[in-house]
């Protein structure tokens, strides 16, 4: 029987990234990601639910991420489920899944941590016409798209 273990993640950080490294001097990030879920219940109101997942980076791209990913940065996450057992600190076993990332893609372009302050929303502008497109052209543009719509 064949075996696939692929997971395709978008989501927003939860909280900054916790870069480590390894006694072999490997560096390793978790990141924290808030997956939201909307959708229809039976009575047909509208739903949202959060699922919230580890995903593991190591190497070279987990310093990346650690370097220009912040809490509320929204990813894409490719990788492969992973389960590990370990003793937390009272002694108990504890088993827990995660996500191992392959591959992590920053899905808007951001400044590294030390020089992103706080995010603002953009300004909400007016709808674009083409009459307000036009009177944004420089005045020597203007005329040769004029010219090139005649024809």
């Not at 372009?109 to 497109?133: L, M, R, Y």
């Amino acid at each position: 029987m064949a075996n696939f273990n692929k997971v395709l993640l978008i989501g927003n950080l939860t909280k900054d990234p916790e870069l480590r490294y390894t006694p072999q001097g490997t560096a390793v990030v978790n990141l924290r990601l808030a997956v939201n879920r909307r959708f229809r219940n039976k009575n047909q109101e509208l739903k949202e639910e959060v699922c919230f997942i580890t995903a593991v980076v190591w190497d070279k791209q987990a310093e990346t991420c650690n370097q220009y990913l912040h809490k509320g940065s929204p990813v894409f996450v490719e990788g492969r489920l992973q389960s590990r057992a370990f003793e937390d600190k009272s002694g108990q076993k504890r088993n827990v899944i995660e996500v191992r990332a392959e591959r992590v893609q920053f899905l808007r372009a951001q400044a590294t941590k030390a020089e992103a302050g706080p995010v603002e929303e953009p300004a909400v502008s007016e709808p674009s016409t083409v009459d307000t497109w036009l009177e944004d052209l420089p005045a020597g543009r203007q005329e040769s798209e004029d010219v090139s719509n005649e024809s």
